[in-house]
């Protein structure tokens, strides 16, 4: 089985109610929702929640939430592995053996369902022995490039040593979207997702990549998705 989480906490701080506020008329999670269905069964999808009026707004699109996730796994030290772990549990538990795990954030609505199956494909058709599969998009902020530290002295020095002079001649550097994470769940039952050391990418536009964190990012993807047409 695959299992697809979606996972939507109650307590969000930077925008409250993040994942049932109206992004553009319709409740953000529902754009992940939407793009979850056309790709797999509704008994595949997880939606991991610690709030009831998440779950009514979720069960109002006719999908069924399985639990209530534990009041431990939905504070501020919660973390995304936990909560998979905890979902992998409660299906097994159920005899229903849970081969690979999807992981789709609310905050991606841009990300939608041939996104999805893309990636998905690449990664079940890869010739790589692969523990994680990770939407990226190519970074604005290159480490080569425009990226610094402060050293001991209060200098500040580049973030990667590079002796180039223009943009085109560094590294091209991938930054995690966090619009998909596609695990083998045999790995995440062997080690820790930081200790993973076999990872691929799948690359996703800039548009397509937007990651909803503060209101200024609402802003932008309401307006994106305001003018879709134009």
């Excluded at 953000?28 to 790709?39: D, G, Q």
Aim: with cysteine; proline share 4%; aromatic share 8%.
């Amino acid at each position: 089985m695959i299992l697809v989480i979606i996972p939507a906490r109650g307590g969000s701080k930077g925008i409250l109610k993040k994942n049932i506020k109206l992004l553009n008329g319709k409740p953000l999670i529902n754009y992940t929702i939407e793009a979850a269905r056309k790709c797999f069964e509704d008994t595949q999808i997880c939606i991991s929640t610690d709030s009831q009026e998440i779950i009514k707004v979720v069960e109002k699109t006719g999908l069924k939430v399985p639990f209530i996730r534990p009041s431990h796994l939905a504070n501020d030290q919660a973390t995304s592995e936990s909560i998979i772990h905890h979902a992998i549990e409660f299906y097994e538990a159920k005899g229903i053996h849970v081969e690979h795990v999807i992981l789709l954030q609310p905050t991606s609505p841009l990300r939608n369902e041939i996104h999805i199956k893309s990636a998905l494909y690449q990664y079940l058709k890869s010739d790589k022995e692969i523990e994680m599969l990770v939407s990226v998009k190519i970074t604005d902020s290159n480490p080569y490039y425009v990226l610094a530290e402060e050293d001991k002295s209060g200098y500040l020095i580049k973030s990667k040593i590079s002796n180039a002079t223009r943009r085109q001649d560094v590294p091209i550097v991938y930054e995690y979207n966090g619009a998909i994470y596609i695990y083998k769940t045999e790995a995440l039952k062997q080690k820790s997702i930081k200790d993973f050391d076999k990872i691929v990418k799948y690359e996703m536009d800039a548009i397509s990549s937007v990651d909803i964190d503060v209101p200024l990012d609402w802003n932008w993807c309401e307006y994106l998705l305001s003018n879709t047409n134009k």
